[in-house]
């Protein structure tokens, strides 16, 4: 599966961003797809997932009730709306996709990757 983020750029804190992945190739085999973030010096850090078929969501507790995760199946694409932005939240956002795992929350469990987009929050 090949993914293509895109959506990040500069916002003052309390702004809101809305990222996109889209997929292309063998888009019927994923089972999970997800954002991560890595802050300069920092190891890469779930942000949200969403299972492609029924759709249940997963978050990581620093962005719960801010982020939001969803899906448009015939489109291909992942969607990340960040609203309430911190200063906190900057960094490359990357999605992700499994082909194996359906509740995927670590970075081993997805096997592709998108080029990640940089999101920077001012304070």
């Known amino acids: 599966v090949q993914l293509q983020a895109s959506g990040g750029g500069l916002v003052q804190a309390g702004g809101s961003l809305k990222l996109s992945c889209a997929a292309s190739?063998?888009?019927?085999?994923?089972?999970?797809m997800g954002w991560f973030r890595q802050a300069p010096g920092k190891d890469r850090d779930f942000v949200a997932a969403?299972?492609?078929?029924?759709?249940?969501?997963y978050y990581a507790d620093s962005v719960k009730g801010r982020f939001t995760i969803s899906r448009d199946n015939a489109k291909n694409t992942m969607y990340l709306q960040m609203n309430s932005l911190k200063p906190e939240d900057t960094g490359v956002y990357y999605c992700?996709?499994?082909?194996?795992?359906?509740?995927?929350?670590?970075?081993?469990?997805?096997?592709?990757w998108g080029q990640g987009t940089q999101v920077t929050v001012s304070s």
């Open positions: 190739g063998r888009t019927f085999a994923i089972y999970t």
């Open positions: 992700a996709a499994s082909g194996r795992v359906l509740v995927a929350t670590q970075s081993l469990d997805y096997d592709d």
């Open positions: 969403i299972n492609w078929s029924g759709g249940r969501l």
